[in-house]
Nanobody, 121 residues
Framework: QVQLVESGGGLVQAGGSLRLSCAAS????????MGWYRQAPGKPRELVAT???????NLADSVKGRFTISRDNAKNTVYLQMNSLKPEDTAVYYC???????????????WGQGTQVTVSS
C-alpha cells in the first residue's frame, strides 16, 4: 500500500504565498507522475499541476505564472509553491502519485487526504 501525506495548507490573505508538500511512502518501486489537484465547494476536482518522472511539468492556465511544481525524487516528495494567491484559489488540494509498487508491475494511482487552502480577500 502507498500513503500520501500532504502538508502546508492554511489560511492566507490574497496576494500571499503557501507551499504545499506531499510525501509518498509505503510499497514503492518507482513513481511515474506526481501532481496536485483541487476541489472547491460545489465544483468538480480539477488539475492544478503535474510533474512527470522525466521532469516535464504541466500547469493549469489559471495558475500559470503564480504556481510552481517541483519534485524531490530521492524523498518521493512533490511540492507546490503558490504565490500571488487569489480568493478563487480556495479549495481542498489533493496530491496524486502514479506508483509501480514492484519491479515490472502495473502503475496505480494513489491520492492523499487533501489539505485545505483558504485565501481571504
Amino acid at each position: 500500500q502507498v500513503q500520501l501525506v500532504e502538508s502546508g495548507g492554511g489560511l492566507v490573505q490574497a496576494g500571499g504565498s503557501l507551499r504545499l508538500s506531499c510525501a509518498a511512502s509505503g510499497t514503492i518501486f518507482t513513481i511515474n507522475a506526481m501532481g496536485w489537484y483541487r476541489q472547491a465547494p460545489g465544483k468538480p476536482r480539477e488539475l492544478v499541476a503535474t510533474d512527470s518522472s522525466g521532469g516535464d511539468t504541466n500547469l493549469a492556465d489559471s495558475v500559470k505564472g503564480r504556481f510552481t511544481i517541483s519534485r524531490d525524487n530521492a524523498k518521493n516528495t512533490v511540492y507546490l509553491q503558490m504565490n500571488s494567491l487569489k480568493p478563487e484559489d480556495t479549495a481542498v488540494y489533493y496530491c496524486k502519485a502514479v506508483v509501480a509498487p514492484y519491479y515490472n508491475s502495473k502503475y496505480f494511482a494513489f491520492w492523499g487526504q487533501g489539505t485545505q487552502v483558504t485565501v481571504s480577500s
